[in-house]
T-cell receptor, first 113, second 111 residues
Framework: NAGVTQTPKFQVLKTGQSMTLQCAQD?????MYWYRQDPGMGLRLIYY???????DKGEVPNGYNVSRLNKREFSLRLESAAPSQTSVYFC????????????FGSGTRLTVV | QKEVEQNSGPLSVPEGAIASLNCTYS??????FFWYRQYSGKSPELIMF????GDKEDGRFTAQLNKASQYVSLLIRDSQPSDSATYLC???????????FGAGTRLFVKA
């Protein structure tokens, strides 16, 4: 009963490097989300995928791209990391239209130096 | 004005007391409201959701919703030290696909 699995758990990048955060869910959820969490600012939506084959921008999409690979997997890519992207990243999933809330992954703590 | 506002705290209550956490939101068309608990260094965990005006009880937790005042609250009865965490209020926006989170209220329950 894994729920939502994120990899890696920790990562340190140098400015300008790229990386992909992986997320997979085994609950047959239609919708998936990427949030970042910074101290004092709460969770902010980066991108979401309402259903397989669709993706949309959230509040803070600049500097990120996403891919909904299939119903289970939703990845987040940083093409050229910047120190402002230092944060904790959470992937989440929900049934369609999110009426029952989200299940979150364990998070990725990313530091860009 | 932030879309979802919470007092950052910390809110400190003695063990056995009632903890009251409050949240206001700006999108009058919002239909679904959530409370998540987040322990330090962990991911948020859903504890309650509410759709209709009034109270919803689940064990020691009661969620209260007043759509006219755009106000959501969470009451924790018989607070325990294990309830010490950050509580996030979240609101599903009118379109139904984006959940907006407040910055959270830190709760300390003193033994």
């Amino acid at each position: 009963n894994a729920g939502v699995t994120q990899t890696p758990k920790f990562q340190v990048l140098k400015t300008g490097q790229s990386m992909t955060l992986q997320c997979a869910q085994d609950m047959n959820h239609n919708s998936m989300y990427w949030y970042r969490q910074d101290p004092g600012m709460g969770l902010r939506l980066i991108y979401y995928s309402a259903s397989e084959g669709t993706t949309d921008k959230g509040e803070v999409p600049n500097g990120y791209n996403v891919s909904r690979l299939n119903k289970r997997e939703f990845s987040l890519r940083l093409e050229s990391a910047a120190p402002s992207q230092t944060s904790v990243y959470f992937c989440a999933s929900s049934e369609a239209r999110s009426n029952y809330g989200y299940t979150f992954g364990s998070g990725t703590r990313l530091t860009v130096v | 004005q932030k879309e979802v506002e919470q007092n950052s705290g910390p809110l400190s209550v003695p063990e056995g007391a009632i903890a009251s956490l409050n949240c206001t939101y700006s999108d009058r068309g919002s239909q679904s409201f959530f409370w998540y608990r987040q322990y330090s260094g962990k991911s948020p965990e859903l504890i309650m959701f509410i759709y209709s005006n009034g109270d919803k009880e689940d064990g020691r937790f009661t969620a209260q919703l007043n759509k006219a005042s755009q106000y959501v609250s969470l009451l924790i009865r018989d607070s325990q030290p294990s309830d010490s965490a950050t509580y996030l209020c979240a609101v599903l926006n009118t379109g139904g696909f984006k959940t907006i989170f407040g910055a959270g209220t830190r709760l300390f329950v003193k033994a």
